[in-house]
């Protein structure tokens, strides 16, 4: 496994990620990207997020779950400025991105595997990850490597159409896609949505290596009481508010959390 | 020898025609193939825009031809071909800026850009007609025959003559080459695969930084080349007429769906499967059977299933035989 997808900032890679503090990372108290008390609909409706915080630390994995209607895709949409907000913002590194269109904070280092239609399905394996290093114009054929060596099933199906492959593959594929830019936040919409139990451990196992290269990851997850087992730090969601943030392992010793959103 | 009789007719009444038709079809259907899979609109101003291509080649053939200038045997046209490619082109990302910008801003529905290009269809046509003019014009000022049928009839000895036009030849020379460019591009370059990535998936297209007005510009002068030279492989095989081009439409339709809207290799298959069609409905049969049957079965009529002016029925029922038993075509285009 090649050492970091994202060369250009090196980073200190948490040595035990699950627990592992923000502040003994250099840089700290900067988060790698966060979402300030955002709030915001769609369109001209009302409002979906009510001072919504969500905040990456660099390296670690930040999960967001919740009831259904909660706000969870809203609120990562929102971080990645597919809906504009009517107050809060957003910083990535520091940097206020909040006027930046999606297009532009993928330039800046931002990656976003949508939940569906996350793959190009008439072009094949390798297409899809040229595709996703578009913007590159350096010689993407390392950071291939890396995509395969993190995924291997794609390096054997690299010439099949993407659209042929099983549904774990085909997520595979998405997130390799996402990571050909090399960015320093990755973002995932319900990675594990319809996939069946095994895949979905083997894709959970995929994220924390991805996490170890120094990429922070925000996720929202269905299967809450997995995704809660790594996250770093885990967001509950309610009617568009922070209901409850600590480390995954907190959340899920919670007795509130367990009785209302991880049914006991 | 009579069977070879049936051969050479059915050569050359039936396989050598349809095949430069069939040529002709090919790289019209490719280019509304082009323009749905990526614009995501039926196109109905293509025929028009390959009378507009055909036209811009046939002004400068008259430049060329007014300083001296030609191609040899063959047609001066071919010379004058990317200057009118060029012109077409400006013509249309012209359009796109005026027109149809401004409704992909919208994000209208395909409906209304169908709409939209039938007004594009409707003004070009006048364009094309104002200059030119709506006559008849033949420009093929290069050899007339690869083979004539005097000739074909001295060397073997048969009773039918095999005539090759020029015409003929480099329409289906030109448009093998045309086509394996396309394809070329379509699969081996950055720029190709990202048109084929927009119109797979726009939304992911955005997300991998792929810009969309790029591609939009790169498909409208492929699209206009792609015209322009369907147009003027017509017109040099045929003639020039701007309304023959507007009739165009509804056989390029049909072959772009039949073979799946979207797909390239399935306008070019459609192609051949309703320029084949139309010529074998239309064709009387009676010389070739009359060869090929024995003495006793020889028919009396024409054999002609169709008349050649109800050639326009055989795309249309191919049509809807099409979108009722296989609405996304051969070759799995895409569904509206």
């Known amino acids: 496994m090649a050492q970091t997808f994202a ?25 790698a990207l966060i979402g300030d008390a955002m709030t915001g609909g769609y369109g ?23 009831p259904n209607g909660a706000g969870k895709s809203t ?17 990535l590194a520091g940097r206020d991105i909040t006027a930046l269109t999606p297009q532009a904070r993928v330039a800046q280092g931002m990656a976003f595997v949508p939940q569906t239609h996350n793959i190009f399905t008439s072009m094949t394996v390798e297409e899809n990850l040229e595709m996703g290093a578009f913007l590159r114009r350096d010689d993407i054929a390392d950071t291939m490597a890396q995509v395969y060596d993190l995924f291997p099933i794609l390096r054997d199906k690299r010439r ?94 919670d007795p509130d959390v367990r009785r209302s959103f991880l049914g006991g | 020898m009579d069977a070879l009789n049936a051969l050479v007719a059915l050569a050359n009444f039936v396989v050598i025609p349809a095949t430069a038709y069939g040529a002709q079809l090919s790289l019209g259907a490719l280019g509304v193939t082009l323009i749905y899979g990526i614009l995501r609109f039926s196109n109905f101003a293509h025929g028009d825009t390959m009378a507009f291509g055909t036209m811009a080649t046939i002004l400068f053939t008259w430049v060329l031809q007014g300083a001296g200038i030609s191609f040899g045997p063959l047609p001066t046209a071919l010379l004058a071909l990317p200057v009118g490619i060029a ?28 709409i939209v290009s039938m007004g594009v269809m409707f003004v070009t046509n006048g364009v094309v007609r104002f200059i030119i003019g709506v006559d008849d014009r033949n420009f093929d000022d290069g050899t007339r025959f690869l083979i004539s049928a005097r000739d074909f009839r001295n060397w073997t000895g048969l009773d039918e003559g095999l ?7 480099i329409t289906v020379v030109t448009a093998v080459l045309v086509v394996a460019l396309l ?69 390029i339709f049909a072959a772009a769906i039949v073979g799946g809207l979207g797909s390239p290799l399935g306008a070019i298959a459609g192609g051949f499967i309703i320029a084949y069609s139309e010529v074998a409905v239309t064709y009387a049969w009676k010389k070739v059977a009359n060869y090929a049957l024995p003495e006793r079965f020889e028919i009396d009529g024409l054999g002609q299933l169709l008349s050649t002016d109800y050639k326009f029925a055989v795309s249309f029922a191919i049509l809807v035989i099409v979108l009722l038993f296989r609405p996304t075509g051969l070759f799995r285009g895409k569904s509206v």
């Open chain 2, 87 to 114: 012109i077409t082109a400006l013509y249309v990302l012209a359009t796109d800026r005026v027109v149809y910008r401004f409704y992909r801003k919208q994000r209208a529905a395909p409906v209304i850009l169908v």
């Open chain 2, 163 to 169: 005539a090759l036009r020029s015409s003929q030849a």
């Open chain 2, 183 to 251: 394809f070329w591009f379509l699969t081996c370059t950055r720029t190709g695969k990202s048109m084929r990535a927009f119109s797979d998936n726009e939304d992911l297209a955005l997300l991998s930084g792929i810009n969309p007005e790029r591609v939009v510009a790169i498909t409208w002068i492929i699209v206009a080349a792609l015209a322009t030279v369907a147009g003027v492989l017509y017109g040099l095989d045929k003639s020039f007429k701007p309304f023959t081009y507007f009739q165009l439409l509804l056989p």
């Open chain 1, 7 to 31: 060369p250009e900032t090196p980073r200190t890679v948490a040595a035990d990620h699950v627990g592992a503090a923000s502040a003994e990372a250099p840089g700290a108290g900067i988060p």
């Open chain 1, 75 to 91: 609120a990562m949409k929102a971080v990645f400025g597919m809906l504009s907000l009517r107050k809060g913002a957003v910083r």
């Open chain 1, 160 to 253: 099949q159409p993407a659209g042929e492959l099983s549904g774990g593959q085909r997520q595979q594929v998405a997130v390799g896609r996402a990571l050909m830019t090399r960015p320093t936040v990755l973002m995932l919409d319900e990675p594990t949505a319809g996939v069946s139990p095994i895949v979905m451990d083997e894709l959970f196992d995929r994220i924390i290596e991805v996490a170890r290269t120094g990429i922070s990851i925000l996720m929202v997850e269905q299967n809450a009481r997995q995704a809660l087992e790594i996250a770093d730090r885990g967001y509950v969601l309610v009617q568009g508010r922070n209901a409850f943030t600590d480390t995954g392992r907190a959340l899920l010793n």
């Open chain 1, 44 to 66: 001209g409706g009302g409002d979906i997020l009510n001072g919504c915080t969500i905040s990456i630390d660099p390296g670690q994995i930040a999960v967001i779950v919740g």
